[in-house]
């Protein structure tokens, strides 16, 4: 079992760190990995159509980004940083500070003249509790707040809209769920006229999908829980597909760590609440057959999922295949469908 952190690292040149999405989304390239045989081969992701049959099921996340990156100033006419977490009571968000150390207990921030937020808490991993002014800060986060793009993203984009799925619709991630990008809505349809069952669930992606992992085992590694939805409509139609063997395929991470918590049983359950639970090699899954998500950061949560699915060393040779054939990673990137 391949369970230490150095075995996730790999080494990639920073050009294919793609900084922005291919236009239109579906024209960006596509990996494809049989679990099986371990054949790969490389198109673009529209040719996905004819990998996809009549009664799969695709999972989706329709989680939406909210501008969550705030820019303001305390008293003494510091900049200051915001990045919101969550949303805990009515005006209360959990949010990391940048600069941080100087942010005490009472320190205001001001962004819009009669907009500001407290600090009325610190945890002892950085994370603060901020009191807004204004309770349904909601309506104003547009005006005063940015959609934060990953630190790796160099570049702005000129459209917020690029960084969000075209079926995003339920508010609250911090940051997109990648593997959805690629789609348009004409491939959508064009899926559900071949005869895809379409279905969503809801994940709110935060802070927890990208804090590194910090421990050689990463068995002790701990997952920060996220907000997850799953409808009893959606969980019956996933459960009778199982019955039906047909294919249940999750597009991204987030779908795959919903439908395997609430379907540890072998059927999934629906509800909604927190999820916290952590996929690396030696996990038995029961849900999915099938993956469409991104090429992943060294060393991250999201690449010990990947490899638990596919088998460590077909994922090590898809990783060198892509880098050898210049495929784009990350947020922005290409996509693999592992089936």
């Given at each position: ?128 509790v901020l009191k807004f002014s204004q309770e349904d800060l909601d309506k104003i986060l547009p005006e005063i707040g940015n959609i934060p793009l990953p630190p790796y993203i160099k570049k ?45 669930i809801t994940l709110h992606v935060g802070l927890g999908t990208f804090r590194p992992v910090v421990v050689e085992d990463i068995t002790k590694h701990k997952l920060d829980p996220e907000y ?13 597909a199982k019955e039906e063997r047909r294919r249940v395929i999750a597009v991204g991470t987030t779908v795959t760590r919903v439908l395997e918590a609430q379907g540890r049983s072998g059927k ?72």
């Open positions: 079992m391949v369970l230490k952190l150095s075995d996730y690292d790999y080494y990639l040149p920073e050009e294919l760190i793609a900084q922005e999405p291919a236009e239109p989304r579906d024209t960006s390239r596509l990996m494809l990995v049989n679990r099986k045989t371990g054949e790969i081969n490389i198109t673009i992701f529209r040719e996905i159509k004819n990998y996809l049959k009549a009664g799969d099921v695709l999972v989706l996340n329709n989680t939406k980004v909210i501008p969550a990156r705030l820019y303001g100033k305390k008293e003494t006419g510091a900049k200051i940083e915001v990045l919101l977490l969550k949303k805990i009571g009515e005006g209360k968000y959990e949010a990391l500070l940048k600069p941080g150390k100087r942010a005490k207990i009472g320190t205001k921030i001001h962004f819009l003249e009669d907009i500001y937020a407290e600090v009325v808490e610190r945890n002892e991993e950085g994370i603060f702005p984009i000129d459209d917020p809209n690029k960084y969000q799925t075209v079926y995003a619709q339920k508010e609250g991630a911090v940051a997109a769920p990648t593997a959805g990008l690629h789609f348009t809505e004409e491939l959508l349809k064009t899926l559900g006229e071949m005869g895809v069952e379409i279905l969503y997850f939805e799953v409808s009893d409509e959606v969980a019956e139609r996933i459960n009778k999934v359950e629906p509800g909604s609440g927190l999820v916290d639970l952590f996929i690396y090699p030696g996990f038995e899954f029961k849900i999915i057959d099938g993956l469409i998500t991104n090429f992943h950061l060294p060393k991250s949560t999201l690449l010990m999922l990947v490899a638990a699915f596919m088998g460590y060393d077909l994922m090590k040779k898809a990783y060198n295949k892509a880098i050898e054939e210049r495929m784009r990673f990350y947020s922005f990137g290409d996509a693999m469908f592992i089936y």
